[in-house]
Protein backbone atom coordinates (compact mmCIF):
# COMPACT_ATOMS: atom_id res chain seq x y z
CA UNK A 1 0.00 0.00 0.00
CA UNK A 2 1.52 3.19 -1.10
CA UNK A 3 0.70 6.36 0.98
CA UNK A 4 1.11 9.94 -0.51
CA UNK A 5 1.64 13.08 1.50
CA UNK A 6 1.21 16.33 -1.16
CA UNK A 7 0.89 19.65 -0.03
CA UNK A 8 0.81 23.36 -2.20
CA UNK A 9 2.37 25.15 1.08
CA UNK A 10 5.59 25.26 2.25
CA UNK A 11 6.44 21.78 4.27
CA UNK A 12 8.19 21.72 7.54
CA UNK A 13 10.80 18.47 5.95
CA UNK A 14 10.23 15.57 8.20
CA UNK A 15 13.23 14.07 10.58
CA UNK A 16 15.91 12.38 8.94
CA UNK A 17 16.85 14.01 6.00
CA UNK A 18 20.57 14.83 4.85
CA UNK A 19 21.97 18.02 5.75
CA UNK A 20 23.04 19.08 2.47
CA UNK A 21 18.95 19.01 1.74
CA UNK A 22 17.75 20.97 4.69
CA UNK A 23 20.81 23.48 3.86
CA UNK A 24 19.65 24.17 0.21
CA UNK A 25 15.95 24.03 1.44
CA UNK A 26 16.78 26.82 3.87
CA UNK A 27 18.83 29.34 1.40
CA UNK A 28 16.05 28.78 -0.94
CA UNK A 29 13.51 29.43 1.53
CA UNK A 30 15.71 32.97 2.21
CA UNK A 31 15.60 33.72 -1.63
CA UNK A 32 11.89 33.20 -1.62
CA UNK A 33 11.48 36.05 0.43
CA UNK A 34 12.86 38.52 -2.15
CA UNK A 35 11.60 36.32 -5.04
CA UNK A 36 8.06 36.03 -3.91
CA UNK A 37 7.01 32.30 -4.61
CA UNK A 38 4.22 31.73 -7.18
CA UNK A 39 1.18 30.65 -5.99
CA UNK A 40 0.10 29.44 -9.25
CA UNK A 41 3.25 27.56 -9.90
CA UNK A 42 2.95 23.60 -10.42
CA UNK A 43 4.94 22.36 -7.73
CA UNK A 44 6.67 18.14 -7.49
CA UNK A 45 3.87 15.73 -6.92
CA UNK A 46 4.99 12.45 -5.84
CA UNK A 47 2.24 10.24 -7.38
CA UNK A 48 3.45 6.68 -6.93
CA UNK A 49 6.45 4.31 -5.34
CA UNK A 50 6.81 0.94 -7.17
CA UNK A 51 9.19 -1.82 -5.36
CA UNK A 52 9.30 -5.24 -7.22
CA UNK A 53 8.44 -6.98 -3.44
CA UNK A 54 7.38 -6.16 -0.25
CA UNK A 55 9.21 -8.62 1.40
CA UNK A 56 12.09 -10.52 1.82
CA UNK A 57 11.68 -13.75 4.31
CA UNK A 58 15.20 -15.68 5.48
CA UNK A 59 15.04 -19.19 6.68
CA UNK A 60 17.58 -21.43 8.50
CA UNK A 61 18.76 -22.96 5.05
CA UNK A 62 20.00 -19.58 4.56
CA UNK A 63 22.60 -19.95 7.09
CA UNK A 64 23.30 -17.76 9.64
CA UNK A 65 25.05 -14.81 7.91
CA UNK A 66 24.83 -10.60 7.17
CA UNK A 67 23.88 -9.80 4.05
CA UNK A 68 22.87 -6.93 1.73
CA UNK A 69 19.06 -6.46 0.18
CA UNK A 70 19.64 -4.20 -2.99
CA UNK A 71 15.90 -2.60 -3.51
CA UNK A 72 15.00 -1.12 -6.94
CA UNK A 73 12.44 1.61 -6.21
CA UNK A 74 10.49 2.73 -9.38
CA UNK A 75 8.75 6.43 -8.54
CA UNK A 76 6.47 8.35 -10.88
CA UNK A 77 7.05 12.47 -10.13
CA UNK A 78 5.62 15.09 -11.82
CA UNK A 79 6.84 19.18 -12.35
CA UNK A 80 10.51 18.41 -11.46
CA UNK A 81 12.85 20.69 -13.39
CA UNK A 82 16.58 21.93 -12.71
CA UNK A 83 15.78 23.10 -9.32
CA UNK A 84 13.64 20.38 -7.62
CA UNK A 85 15.40 17.95 -4.78
CA UNK A 86 14.19 14.69 -4.94
CA UNK A 87 15.19 11.09 -3.54
CA UNK A 88 14.05 8.68 -1.29
CA UNK A 89 15.18 7.81 2.28
CA UNK A 90 14.56 4.55 4.75
CA UNK A 91 12.95 4.74 7.59
CA UNK A 92 12.55 2.45 10.65
CA UNK A 93 8.52 2.06 10.71
CA UNK A 94 8.08 2.25 14.75
CA UNK A 95 10.53 5.07 15.01
CA UNK A 96 10.35 6.41 11.47
CA UNK A 97 14.19 7.56 12.19
CA UNK A 98 15.67 7.30 8.55
CA UNK A 99 18.36 4.69 8.22
CA UNK A 100 19.61 4.95 4.38
CA UNK A 101 18.92 8.07 2.42
CA UNK A 102 19.34 7.59 -1.31
CA UNK A 103 18.65 9.47 -4.63
CA UNK A 104 16.76 8.67 -8.10
CA UNK A 105 17.90 9.07 -11.60
CA UNK A 106 14.66 10.04 -14.25
CA UNK A 107 14.69 7.22 -16.55
CA UNK A 108 13.88 7.01 -20.40
CA UNK A 109 10.28 7.27 -19.68
CA UNK A 110 8.54 10.18 -18.57
CA UNK A 111 8.17 11.36 -14.75
CA UNK A 112 9.55 7.92 -13.87
CA UNK A 113 12.62 8.19 -11.84
CA UNK A 114 14.58 5.02 -10.43
CA UNK A 115 17.27 4.13 -7.48
CA UNK A 116 17.98 1.19 -5.68
CA UNK A 117 18.56 0.77 -1.92
CA UNK A 118 20.83 -1.05 -0.69
CA UNK A 119 19.97 -2.39 3.04
CA UNK A 120 22.34 -4.19 5.42
CA UNK A 121 20.73 -6.69 7.69
CA UNK A 122 21.50 -10.51 8.40
CA UNK A 123 19.29 -13.49 8.17
CA UNK A 124 17.97 -13.39 12.17
CA UNK A 125 17.34 -9.78 11.57
CA UNK A 126 13.22 -8.98 11.50
CA UNK A 127 12.00 -5.38 10.41
CA UNK A 128 9.75 -3.58 9.54
CA UNK A 129 10.66 -0.38 6.94
CA UNK A 130 9.23 2.31 5.19
CA UNK A 131 10.31 3.45 1.60
CA UNK A 132 9.76 7.38 1.41
CA UNK A 133 10.29 8.85 -2.02
CA UNK A 134 10.05 12.69 -1.79
CA UNK A 135 10.33 15.80 -4.00
CA UNK A 136 10.33 19.52 -3.39
CA UNK A 137 10.82 22.58 -5.19
CA UNK A 138 12.87 25.73 -4.33
CA UNK A 139 10.32 27.30 -2.33
CA UNK A 140 10.31 23.74 -0.33
CA UNK A 141 6.91 22.85 -1.67
CA UNK A 142 6.47 18.97 -3.09
CA UNK A 143 5.27 16.28 -0.78
CA UNK A 144 6.17 12.61 -0.31
CA UNK A 145 4.55 8.74 -0.98
CA UNK A 146 5.38 5.91 1.02
CA UNK A 147 5.48 1.83 0.73
CA UNK A 148 6.38 -0.26 3.50
CA UNK A 149 9.13 -3.02 3.33
CA UNK A 150 9.33 -6.23 6.16
CA UNK A 151 12.43 -8.13 6.34
CA UNK A 152 11.59 -11.12 8.29
CA UNK A 153 14.89 -13.50 9.44
CA UNK A 154 14.65 -16.53 11.48
CA UNK A 155 15.15 -16.57 15.33
CA UNK A 156 18.25 -18.03 16.39
CA UNK A 157 17.69 -18.59 19.74
CA UNK A 158 14.11 -18.60 21.12
CA UNK A 159 13.15 -16.26 23.72
CA UNK A 160 13.88 -16.37 27.87
CA UNK A 161 11.55 -16.00 30.58
CA UNK A 162 14.09 -14.27 32.66
CA UNK A 163 11.78 -13.99 35.91
CA UNK A 164 8.16 -13.73 37.13
CA UNK A 165 6.03 -12.80 39.88
CA UNK A 166 2.82 -14.06 41.17
CA UNK A 167 0.16 -14.08 44.18
CA UNK A 168 0.98 -16.98 45.69
CA UNK A 169 -2.05 -17.31 48.38
CA UNK A 170 -4.92 -14.42 47.99
CA UNK A 171 -7.27 -14.34 50.96
CA UNK A 172 -10.70 -13.41 50.02
CA UNK A 173 -11.59 -10.03 51.07
CA UNK A 174 -14.62 -9.47 53.18
CA UNK A 175 -16.18 -7.53 50.76
CA UNK A 176 -15.54 -6.23 46.96
CA UNK A 177 -12.32 -7.94 45.38
CA UNK A 178 -8.74 -7.77 45.64
CA UNK A 179 -6.60 -8.17 42.18
CA UNK A 180 -4.26 -10.90 41.78
CA UNK A 181 -0.99 -9.64 39.19
CA UNK A 182 1.30 -11.97 37.53
CA UNK A 183 4.24 -10.53 36.18
CA UNK A 184 6.83 -12.19 33.42
CA UNK A 185 10.23 -10.35 32.57
CA UNK A 186 10.94 -11.76 28.94
CA UNK A 187 14.54 -11.42 26.89
CA UNK A 188 14.95 -12.74 23.20
CA UNK A 189 18.89 -12.41 22.24
CA UNK A 190 17.42 -11.75 18.81
CA UNK A 191 16.66 -8.26 20.03
CA UNK A 192 13.35 -8.30 22.56
CA UNK A 193 11.57 -6.32 19.55
CA UNK A 194 10.68 -9.79 17.86
CA UNK A 195 9.16 -11.12 20.73
CA UNK A 196 5.46 -11.77 19.34
CA UNK A 197 3.44 -12.80 22.30
CA UNK A 198 3.89 -13.84 26.04
CA UNK A 199 1.06 -16.54 27.61
CA UNK A 200 0.26 -17.10 30.92
CA UNK A 201 -1.71 -20.88 31.95
CA UNK A 202 -4.28 -21.60 34.46
CA UNK A 203 -5.21 -25.15 35.14
CA UNK A 204 -7.23 -26.13 38.27
CA UNK A 205 -6.25 -28.53 40.10
CA UNK A 206 -9.67 -30.17 40.29
CA UNK A 207 -11.28 -29.04 36.86
CA UNK A 208 -8.63 -28.55 34.51
CA UNK A 209 -7.36 -25.94 32.14
CA UNK A 210 -9.58 -22.98 32.95
CA UNK A 211 -11.70 -21.65 30.06
CA UNK A 212 -9.88 -19.09 27.76
CA UNK A 213 -6.59 -20.12 28.98
CA UNK A 214 -3.85 -19.81 27.93
CA UNK A 215 -4.54 -15.37 28.07
CA UNK A 216 -2.14 -12.98 26.39
CA UNK A 217 0.09 -10.92 28.70
CA UNK A 218 0.39 -7.07 27.93
CA UNK A 219 2.93 -5.00 27.72
CA UNK A 220 1.04 -1.91 27.00
CA UNK A 221 0.97 -0.08 30.18
CA UNK A 222 -2.46 0.39 30.17
CA UNK A 223 -4.27 -2.96 30.06
CA UNK A 224 -4.65 -6.15 32.83
CA UNK A 225 -2.66 -3.97 35.38
CA UNK A 226 0.51 -3.68 33.29
CA UNK A 227 2.57 -0.47 34.68
CA UNK A 228 5.09 0.44 31.84
CA UNK A 229 4.59 0.34 28.21
CA UNK A 230 7.33 -1.62 26.53
CA UNK A 231 9.44 -2.28 29.28
CA UNK A 232 9.76 -6.52 28.39
CA UNK A 233 7.90 -7.33 31.56
CA UNK A 234 4.36 -8.53 30.72
CA UNK A 235 1.52 -8.71 33.44
CA UNK A 236 -2.07 -10.30 33.32
CA UNK A 237 -4.71 -9.74 36.34
CA UNK A 238 -7.75 -10.85 37.78
CA UNK A 239 -10.17 -9.27 40.24
CA UNK A 240 -10.84 -11.87 43.25
CA UNK A 241 -14.41 -11.52 44.55
CA UNK A 242 -15.42 -11.60 48.38
CA UNK A 243 -17.82 -14.40 47.05
CA UNK A 244 -17.70 -15.94 43.59
CA UNK A 245 -21.12 -16.04 41.74
CA UNK A 246 -20.34 -19.89 40.92
CA UNK A 247 -17.45 -22.64 41.88
CA UNK A 248 -15.79 -23.32 44.91
CA UNK A 249 -14.58 -20.71 47.59
CA UNK A 250 -11.05 -22.27 48.33
CA UNK A 251 -9.24 -23.13 44.81
CA UNK A 252 -5.79 -24.19 44.05
CA UNK A 253 -4.16 -23.90 40.25
CA UNK A 254 -0.60 -24.51 38.50
CA UNK A 255 0.30 -21.21 36.69
CA UNK A 256 2.19 -21.61 33.79
CA UNK A 257 4.26 -18.65 31.58
CA UNK A 258 5.60 -19.00 28.16
CA UNK A 259 6.45 -17.02 25.59
CA UNK A 260 6.49 -16.91 22.03
CA UNK A 261 8.79 -15.01 18.94
CA UNK A 262 8.50 -13.31 15.86
CA UNK A 263 10.63 -16.80 14.24
CA UNK A 264 7.98 -19.59 15.62
CA UNK A 265 10.05 -20.18 17.96
CA UNK A 266 9.04 -20.87 22.13
CA UNK A 267 10.59 -20.47 25.56
CA UNK A 268 11.11 -22.80 28.26
CA UNK A 269 8.29 -23.09 30.44
CA UNK A 270 7.94 -21.62 34.04
CA UNK A 271 5.58 -23.08 36.67
CA UNK A 272 4.25 -22.27 39.87
CA UNK A 273 1.00 -22.51 42.01
CA UNK A 274 -1.55 -20.42 42.94
CA UNK A 275 -4.41 -20.58 45.80
CA UNK A 276 -7.34 -18.89 46.41
CA UNK A 277 -8.58 -19.18 50.37
CA UNK A 278 -11.45 -17.78 51.75
CA UNK A 279 -11.98 -15.27 54.43
Not at 80 to 91: H, L, P, Q, T
Not at 108 to 115: A, D, I, K, Y
Request: charged share 20%.
Amino acid sequence: MVTKNQEAVELTPKPGYSFLYLSLLFLWACDATTNPIDNLALFPEVAGIEIPIDSVVFTRSNGFVDTTITLPIEATIYNIDGSSIFGFVVRDISSLAVTIEGSLDASSEENMFTGEANIPTSTTTIENLLIEVYAFDESGRGGYAQTPFYIVGFSSEPPTIVRTTSPGTIIRPTSGSVPAVFTAEVADSDGNETIERVFLRIIDFEDGEVEGSPFDMADDGASLGDSTANDNTFTWSLEVPANPSSGRIERDFDIEFFALDQGGLYSDTVRTTFSIRGN
